[in-house]
Every structure is written in structure tokens, then in C-alpha cells.
């Protein structure tokens, strides 16, 4: 059977830096059922406009480089499907909340800096130990599951786009860096929530958040930010009272279909 193909219109946004204009143009093509946003983006490339610009490479929803608005909505371009937005016309701009450095291609260098602010590793007070390990740093699974649907976040940008309190406050360190804040801080290996409480508990931080939840909404890997946003002030808060959670936090897993397949091809038996 014959894959549906329909004719659709793409508003491209374009802007290239020293042109001074800012706009959008279009282009026309059949697009075959399967086809993704990133695909329509390289026939565009290859057969209409050659300098027309975005940011891909593993086509895969793994390295978090599409990230664009697609008619309106934050979403990854290799995972979006053409067909599926049910629409004639496909509007595309760069993610919203960051410069643009060129057509869909954006600057995302205060996303990185503020997940680079909330230090965003095992912080230990024993370095000796993790210099120089004696035994294993030992991890029940429920102490695991207690922040791991958070540790799937490829750093795609999607919830800075989507947050309308980092659009308005372009210095609120944001749903990325303020999810792995938590991350990290409720991984019981840590012990770096008082070092981290330098950035999280300031007029930018932590407490900026007013949960719109359009992070979680945005999320392309099912990550759910606004939770371990919540979860992050609860433990600031017992912090600064000189108190400590008693409890681990109940936190779902990512929805299955999010779940990367963990399962490895069983070995073929031995014929020798
Ligand atoms: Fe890697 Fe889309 S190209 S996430």
C-alpha cells in the first residue's frame, strides 16, 4: 500500500546576522507519511534553500539538539512527524526564551551556565574516599527510584522555552538546572544541598518557580521538572530550618513509553 503523502506549507522563520531582517519564508513540499520535522528541514535544505540553518545530530531524541517551536509548541524536530500535526501549514521558530544566533539555531549558553551553577555532580565531603575508593558508595532501588526519572534529562532546552517565569525573568535558574538540582541533592550519595543552597535560595532561584507546570508539559523525554521543582524547595526549606527529610520522596518513573529499553539480545547458543 502507497504511504499517505500530502502537500504542506512551512513558515520557516529566518534571520542571518548582519542582514538586519528579521522574517519568514516558505516552502512547499509533499511530505510522505514517517517524515519528521528534521527530515522536511533537510529536503528543504537540500533542494530549496541551501543556507537556511538549525541544530540536529543524532536524529534520534537522544542528544536534545532539534529543539524548536512547532506551530507554537516547544518539541523536538526528529520526533515530531509532519503528518501527525494534522495542519496544512507547519510554522517553525526557535525556541522561545533564548537569543537567536541564526534562523532556527539557538543561543544556548544560559541554559548550560545556569545547569553549570547548581554543580551538577556527586558533591562528597570525604574527596579522599572518591579519589580513592575502599568500597562501593551502596544505593537501595528504592533510594534510586527516589530521583531517577529525574536523571533522563538530555538538556534539550524545551522547559526554559516553555517556562513564562523565565520569560520574564530571564535570570530564574529555570526547570533544567533547578530538576537536577534536585537530581543530585536527593541522590543519598550526595551531601551537596548546603553548598548548592548559595544559588537555589535567592530571589533567581528555587522559590522564583510558579509552578504554570508548562515545563513538565514540554518535556519530550517525560521528565516531570515542576515535581523535583516542589520536591527541591521542600528540602531548602527543612535545610534552613537545620532539619532533614526523614522520608524518601515518592516519585513516579518516567511513563513507559519514555523508558529507555534496558534489555540486551540474549547471546545465540553455542553450537561448539
Ligand atoms: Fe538529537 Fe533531535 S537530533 S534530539
Not at 534571520?15 to 528534521?38: A, C, N, Q
Not at 537536577?180 to 551531601?191: N, P
Amino acid at each position: 500500500m502507497e504511504a499517505r503523502r500530502e502537500t504542506v506549507t512551512f513558515r520557516v522563520f529566518r534571520y542571518i546576522p548582519g542582514d538586519g531582517e528579521k522574517g519568514f519564508r516558505s516552502y512547499t513540499l509533499e511530505v510522505p507519511e514517517g517524515t519528521t520535522v528534521l527530515e522536511a528541514l533537510h529536503i528543504i535544505k537540500e533542494q530549496h534553500d541551501p543556507t537556511l540553518a538549525w541544530r540536529s545530530s543524532c536524529r534520534m531524541g537522544v542528544c536534545g539538539s532539534c529543539g524548536m517551536l512547532i506551530n507554537g509548541e516547544p518539541r523536538l524536530a526528529c520526533q515530531t512527524q509532519v503528518l501527525h500535526l494534522g495542519s496544512k501549514v507547519v510554522e517553525l521558530r526557535p525556541m522561545a526564551n533564548y537569543p537567536v544566533t541564526r534562523d532556527l539555531v539557538p543561543d544556548l549558553s544560559s541554559l548550560f551556565s545556569k545547569h553549570a551553577a547548581i554543580s551538577p555532580h556527586i558533591l562528597r565531603p570525604d574527596q579522599r574516599e572518591v579519589d580513592s575508593p575502599t568500597g562501593e558508595f551502596i544505593q537501595s532501588p528504592a533510594e534510586l527510584e527516589s530521583y531517577l526519572q529525574f536523571s533522563y534529562c538530555i538538556k534539550c532546552g524545551l522547559c526554559l522555552a516553555a517556562c513564562p517565569t523565565v520569560a520574564t525573568d530571564p535570570d530564574f535558574l529555570g526547570p533544567q538546572a533547578l530538576a537536577q538540582a534536585y537530581r543530585y541533592s536527593a541522590d543519598t550519595r550526595d551531601g551537596g544541598l548546603d553548598s548548592r543552597r548559595g544559588v537555589l535560595d535567592r530571589f533567581h532561584g528555587v522559590f522564583q518557580c510558579h509552578m504554570a507546570g508548562a515545563c513538565s508539559a514540554a518535556c519530550p523525554k517525560g521528565v516531570d521538572p515542576a515535581f523535583a521543582i516542589q520536591l527541591l524547595k521542600r528540602e531548602v526549606v527543612l535545610r534552613g530550618l537545620g532539619k532533614r527529610r526523614r522520608r524518601l520522596a515518592r516519585v513516579s518513573p518516567l511513563p513507559s513509553e519514555h523508558v529507555p529499553s534496558e534489555k540486551i539480545p540474549a547471546a545465540p547458543p553455542r553450537t561448539a
